[in-house]
Nanobody, 115 residues
Framework: QVQLVESGGGLVQPGGSLRLSCAASGSIFSISAMGWYRQAPGKQRELVARITSDGYANYVDSMKGRFTISRDNAKNTVYLQMNSLKPEDTAVYYC?????????WGQGTQVTVSS
């Protein structure tokens, strides 16, 4: 069984930065693709960034240049560095692990960008 635990969310001013972490239990992390998604109030969950098991990252265009996804397979952890945050980045951010046809989700961490 896989469990994902996100951390690092909080309240930040516009233009600020946050780093989210997602720690995974189990033994499949290093061979799994990882992703960060977000869901704002009243909106559907959307992809933010994904990273393959061997470290290839891809981003939604609107996040390119501001967000960076990375992973540390030794720590079973994936990160999302978020810079130049905007009020429209306010959402619950979810971690996702995908292996073949199965996927798991974390419980989410709230990010609020406000002055």
């Amino acid at each position: 069984q896989v469990q994902l635990v996100e951390s690092g969310g909080g309240l930040v001013q516009p233009g600020g930065s946050l780093r989210l972490s997602c720690a995974a239990s189990g033994s499949i992390f290093s061979i799994s693709a990882m992703g960060w998604y977000r869901q704002a109030p009243g909106k559907q969950r959307e992809l933010v960034a994904r990273i393959t098991s061997d470290g290839y990252a891809n981003y939604v265009d609107s996040m390119k240049g501001r967000f960076t996804i990375s992973r540390d397979n030794a720590k079973n952890t994936v990160y999302l560095q978020m810079n130049s945050l905007k009020p429209e980045d306010t959402a619950v951010y979810y971690c996702n692990l995908r292996l073949h046809t199965r996927e798991w989700w974390g419980q989410g961490t709230q990010v609020t960008v406000s002055s």
